[in-house]
């Protein structure tokens, strides 16, 4: 895990120390800001590979931080917050972050998700049949450039969405359940899945369909899961 820079974004000084004495552990070098204004300026001016970003922040709140890393980056954002009610993890995800952990968390799963979504960023597209090009009616994937088109435009999508996508369309026609493409894209056993998987599928809909409450491409199959038509 050398050579990838964390960002550890949270107001309290000693979570920031905490979390960064684990991650250097790890061969992570560790970046700090104490809010979303300062991981901004940050990120204006180093390489970060992933950000720990807490939800509850003076000035810039971890919401509007990622919305606004949304704009111009997909890099993996795991949300850190002292709330556990399923609202706030559903609007974390919504807003673009890939995972979301909540205090008090265990230091060494912390470390474990973040290498997880290190690997998957940073090797996204390595595995067998990485250089083909699939079009369906329109919706493409292109496997080399890691991308999406829909009628010849790009799609921004963040890793944990493309890596969706990919799934879905490689294995074009077959349903996947939920607890499937959590278990294949988190790479974690699946437990309390359905929202995350949820909201996800929500965001690849609206951005690849016109119309994302009749979908053309991204179909549920009521009580089983989720497909993408061939």
Known sequence: ???YNVLVVDDDKEIRDVIGIYLKNEGIKVLKAEDGLEAIDVLRCQTVHLILLDIMMPHMDGIQTTFKIREQKNIPIIMISAKSEDMDKILGLQVGADDYV????NPLELVARVKSQLRRYV???TYEGKNEIIDLNGLVLEQAEKRVLVNGEPVRLTPIEYRIIDLLMRHAG???S?????????QEPSYNAENTVAVHIRKIREKIEIDPKNPRYLKVVWGIGYKIEK
Do not use: D, S
């Open 102 to 105: 909540t205090k008090p968390f």
């Open 174 to 176: 077959r349903v996947f």
């Open 178 to 186: 939920i607890h499937e493409i959590y278990e294949r894209v988190w």
């Open 123 to 125: 090797t996204l597209g």
């Open 1 to 3: 895990m050398e050579n």
